[in-house]
Nanobody, 126 residues
Framework: QVQLIESGGGLMQAGGSLRLSCAAS????????MAWFRQAPGNEREFVAA????????DYADSVKGRFTISRDNSKNTVYLQMTSLKPEDTAVYYC???????????????????WGPGTQVTVSS
């Protein structure tokens, strides 16, 4: 079992930056693809970014490409999401997810991900 805990969310003005962290426990995530998803009130959960097991491949939703960066530190069992140029439409609960696998590219949909954190709220004011 992998337990995931997100942190770093909060209230930020538009144009600002935040860094989310996802700390894993229970087992090493070095063989897991990791991803961030988000869900705004009334909306379905949507893909934000993903990174493969080694960090050599990443994928982003078009809405965050060029503004968000996903990274990982397997030695710290932690994944990060650096968010810049934040917009009010980025307001959502952000979830970290883990998928066991060493494929060269990470999955971009929610279905393969077996483990999820409880989420952290990000609110961007205009």
């Amino acid at each position: 079992q992998v337990q995931l805990i997100e942190s770093g969310g909060g209230l930020m003005q538009a144009g600002g930056s935040l860094r989310l962290s996802c700390a894993a426990s229970g087992r090493s995530i070095s063989n897991y693809a990791m991803a961030w998803f988000r869900q705004a009130p009334g909306n379905e959960r949507e893909f934000v970014a993903a990174i493969n097991w080694s960090g050599s491949s990443t994928d982003y939703a078009d809405s965050v490409k060029g503004r968000f960066t996903i990274s990982r530190d397997n030695s710290k069992n932690t994944v990060y999401l650096q968010m810049t140029s934040l917009k009010p439409e980025d307001t959502a609960v952000y979830y970290c997810a883990a998928d066991l696998g060493i494929a060269p590219t990470p999955p971009s949909g929610p279905a393969p991900f077996d483990y999820w954190g409880p989420g952290t709220q990000v609110t961007v004011s205009s």
